[in-house]
């Protein structure tokens, strides 16, 4: 696997439980914090446990090719993990944007957990703000096959289904 910028010798990397948010260099998966990664000194470089163990192996692998969007290759991004404990839904639908961007930017489908989802967050600032802008920037069909959303309420799954019917209906 050919990492984005630099390839590191994998005897230098060594497993940490992550503090920060993160992105592994290699295929661009969010590392949460609390999540297991391999990193060189203090944290740099880091790569998630799946491509430490495809490089250790010997594994490559083609991220462009579709017919590999298999189980392995899920993008799993966490509403709590992502939004954490803020308040503002501008800031909110920011890190949402952020997150959902480099999913979509690693060719995956997008396993969107929940989880932890209140009122509040779900609100058309913050629907605008995340949601709308990813539509904006890769067209309004970008998450008819590549997002799915686990650990869900029905309000919240009504209220995005419904934000992005609305969103194509006005676009056409």
């Given at each position: 696997?050919?990492?984005?910028?630099?390839?590191?010798?994998?005897?230098?990397?060594?497993?940490?439980?992550?503090?920060?948010?993160?992105?592994?260099?290699?295929?661009?998966?969010?590392?949460?914090?609390?999540?297991?990664?391999?990193?060189?000194?203090?944290?740099?470089?880091?790569l998630c446990v799946d491509?430490?163990?495809?490089?250790?192996?010997?594994?490559?692998?083609?991220?462009?090719?579709?017919?590999?969007?298999?189980?392995?290759?899920?993008?799993?991004?966490?509403?709590?993990?992502?939004?954490?404990?803020?308040?503002?839904?501008?800031?909110?639908?920011?890190?949402?944007?952020?997150?959902?961007?480099?999913?979509?930017?690693?060719?995956?489908?997008?396993?969107?957990?929940?989880?932890?989802?209140?009122?509040?967050?779900?609100?058309?600032?913050?629907?605008?703000?995340?949601?709308?802008?990813?539509?904006?920037?890769?067209?309004?069909?970008?998450?008819?096959?590549?997002?799915?959303?686990?650990?869900?309420?029905?309000?919240?799954?009504?209220?995005?289904?419904?934000?992005i019917t609305e969103y194509?209906?006005?676009?056409?």
């Amino acid at each position: 696997m050919a990492m984005r910028n630099k390839d590191h010798d994998l005897d230098l990397y060594h497993e940490v439980i992550s503090r920060n948010v993160c992105v592994c260099i290699a295929c661009g998966r969010i590392i949460g914090p609390g999540d297991r990664k391999y990193a060189l000194y203090k944290g740099r470089e880091p790569l998630c446990v799946d491509c430490y163990e495809d490089k250790r192996d010997g594994v490559e692998n083609d991220y462009d090719d579709p017919e590999l969007l298999t189980t392995r290759l899920k993008h799993n991004l966490s509403f709590r993990k992502v939004v954490g404990n803020v308040t503002s839904a501008v800031v909110a639908g920011r890190l949402m944007y952020v997150a959902l961007d480099r999913a979509i930017r690693s060719k995956r489908i997008i396993m969107l957990d929940m989880m932890g989802c209140n009122v509040d967050a779900m609100c058309p600032r913050f629907m605008d703000l995340s949601f709308g802008k990813i539509m904006d920037k890769y067209g309004a069909d970008i998450f008819d096959d590549r997002l799915s959303l686990m650990n869900v309420r029905s309000w919240v799954a009504d209220k995005i289904s419904k934000y992005i019917t609305e969103y194509k209906e006005d676009r056409k």
